[in-house]
């Protein structure tokens, strides 16, 4: 894989850092996405497409473990994430395996909603 | 045992929104053994509050909670809202509420995931959908004279 090109960002109180997995791309997600971490991942998850799309990944492990919670605008970030890998030629999909915490109980819940939304690409495991 | 509850008028915003659902979910955990059923209250307070936030036309919001038994003897939360909005918003979260409550709880959070996708974040009402469909609440709006109040109510596990 070429290097990835993602530095880590921190805005409030989520941070989200990216790593190379073999020949997946790990992203961590930590700490609360709030009405304050709307705007930045709004611009962060394209730009973290764009460079996953450029690497020609076929899995991304989206890593909630440490995510404490997450509100519906956020949500809606990730919906469009999603709505994106979908729009794309099936050839240039990628997978999106979700990681999450079962005793961060929203998780479950929201997941699960995610993954109706496109059990074709999504994941997700506790 | 009388019946757990909290009530809090303040002026939201947003840090103090995450502040408020850390301290709703800890409370309640006093009193409910079920984590999933404080979760689902803190997710709750969570969306109810930030659009208390987004549409609140003054400075002041009423949150009041309450673990409660009904007539069958079940436990269960009402978690209320109280607060002024403009008639525009008034009358997108009625419409809201209205068409919400005539559908399948999970069928229409798709239909909103959905239409989420084409429409400005924080107007879509995915908030209140997740609300209905992730923690499993009944969802009532009541206006008085430009006052609004969103009640929810959900079914939870025996209170201690």
Known sequence: MQTLNFPPVHEGDLRIEATPQGSAIAVKFAGTADMRAQKPLDSV????????????????????????????SCFKSFLTWVGTVQALAPERQYRLRFLSNASVHWQRRSLQALRCFATELIKIES | MPNPYFTLKFRPNVALVSTVRRFVEEFFAEFLDDPDSTSRIALATHELLENAVKYASDEETVLAIEIFSGADGRRSVS???????????????????????????????????????????GSSGLGIARIRAEC?????????????????????EAAR
Do not use: C, W
Request: proline share 4%; glycine share 4%.
């Open chain 1, 45 to 72: 998850l394209p730009a973290l497409h764009a460079e996953i799309t450029r690497l020609g990944v076929g899995e991304v492990i989206v890593d909630f473990f440490s995510l404490e919670f997450m509100n519906s």
């Open chain 2, 79 to 121: 978690i209320q809202t109280t607060n002024r909005a403009k008639p525009e918003n008034i009358a997108r979260v009625r419409a809201l509420v209205d068409e919400m409550n005539q559908a399948d709880p999970l069928a229409f959070y798709q239909t909103v995931m959905r239409r989420s996708l084409s429409v400005p974040v």
């Open chain 2, 136 to 156: 499993e609440m009944s969802v009532e709006l009541k206006v008085d004279d430009g006052v609004v109040t969103l009640l929810v109510t959900a079914a939870t």
